[in-house]
């Protein structure tokens, strides 16, 4: 069984800043793409940042230069900096990776339960 557990959301100031993680767990084979999505109060879920296995990265234009995505290919992790963060940014954060299980075939997507993330004065 996969999962994807996100953490590190929370309450900040505009301006501040915040750095999410997300841990995957279980029999896995190997980590393909992973991604941050984010989804407002009303709004559509959309994808914020993506890190392929080797490490090439893309953002969303409405965070570049503030958020950055990285990932550890030992731990299983992806983590997203978000910096000079915006009340536009309040918002259900969600991790997603496409993994391959022990034993599977392809790379199902897999997602997270999602982590608050509000920024208010």
């Known amino acids: 069984q996969v999962q994807l557990v996100e953490s590190g959301g929370g309450l900040v100031q505009p301006g501040g800043s915040l750095r999410l993680s997300c841990a995957a767990s279980?029999?896995?084979?190997?980590?393909?793409?992973m991604r941050w999505y984010r989804q407002a109060a009303g709004k559509e879920r959309e994808l914020v940042a993506t890190i392929t296995s080797g490490g090439i990265t893309n953002v969303a234009d409405s965070v570049k230069g503030r958020f950055t995505i990285s990932r550890d290919n030992v731990k299983n992790m992806v983590y997203l900096q978000m910096d000079n963060l915006k009340p536009e940014d309040t918002a259900v954060y969600y991790c997603n990776a496409d993994i391959r299980a022990e034993g599977g075939i392809g790379y199902p997507t897999y997602w997270g339960q999602g982590t608050q993330v509000t920024v208010s004065s």
């Open positions: 279980g029999s896995i084979f190997s980590i393909s793409h």
